[in-house]
């Protein structure tokens, strides 16, 4: 049974396995997810790369998108047996490369095809299919049209649903716009909850401060966040003791930090270039003095000895 109190919503570009190890640096019992990787990518490209994770990551849940049932299942196949402890539905993402692939938030007004595909997911494998969605799209985005969605899908087997509770608009606003611009509307998804309470409803959308978070369990089964997360890592480092109930540990940025350079060190060694890692710990310091100059270093030209390079940048904080 999966803890869904607190999970690491998918972005693009960012949390990919070294956001990822960082995470569980911070919390050993969030759900972390992976960016959205569409089926065809995986039946198609290079599937290893894909599904590559740390072997700490669990639980992780693997984010796919598409609309093809069989497609799904094939992808989903390949998750459970790469160890994944979720597939999840890319049923919210509004970009316009996922409204011409026929997938993300536009499958919202295809109910019966979403049924379709959960329900030919969840009869072949052992671990949930779960669904990432908004409150509504475009002109759809009434209580109705909602409730008619969650009640279709989840008859086909899914039981957990993660809202972002934001309208989508898919004409007109950029990804990063639909982020910020469609208002929240959370009574919409504390509504559903109520209605469904049998389900998992899991609340998504401007949560950045913990005592905020901890409150959204009072009227749902848990919380996402996501920007927050890459804006601010060290907001999770609080998150296993005030969420999990677990005792409190005092970790330091320092600490993170000397602990991601063991990391840094390996996957240099196995060839990964080392912006690709640093770039995830850049808002480690967030708010923190000296803050400025540590963004700055990571930013700039990294030296060959990248070990010595840590070792300066600690010192930049401490």
Known sequence: ?????????????????HFRYLMRLLTKHSILYTEMITTGALIFGNRKKFLDYNSNEHPIAIQLGGSNPKEFLECSCMAENEGY?????????PSDRVQNGKFGACLMTEKELVAECVNNISSNIKIPVTIKTRIGIDNHDSYDFLRDFIDTVSIAGCETFIIHARKAILKGLSPKENRKIPPLD???????????????????????????IKSQLKYVDGVMIGRAAYQNPFLLSKIDSLIFNEPETFVTRQNILEKYKIYTDKQVRKGVNIKNLTRHIIGL??????????????????????????????????
């Open 1 to 17: 049974m999966i803890d869904r109190r607190l999970s690491i919503a998918p972005m693009m570009d960012h949390t990919d396995k």
């Open 85 to 93: 402890d979720e597939v999840n539905l890319n049923i919210g993402c």
């Open 186 to 212: 959370y009574q919409r998804v504390y509504k559903i909850k109520k209605e469904f309470p049998d389900l998992n409803i899991i609340i998504n959308g401007g949560f950045t401060e913990l005592d905020q």
């Open 285 to 318: 310091y967030q708010g923190q003095p000296g803050a400025r100059k540590y963004r700055q270093i990571l930013s700039g030209v990294i030296p060959k000895n990248h070990s010595r390079f840590f070792e300066e940048i600690i010192k930049t904080v401490t």
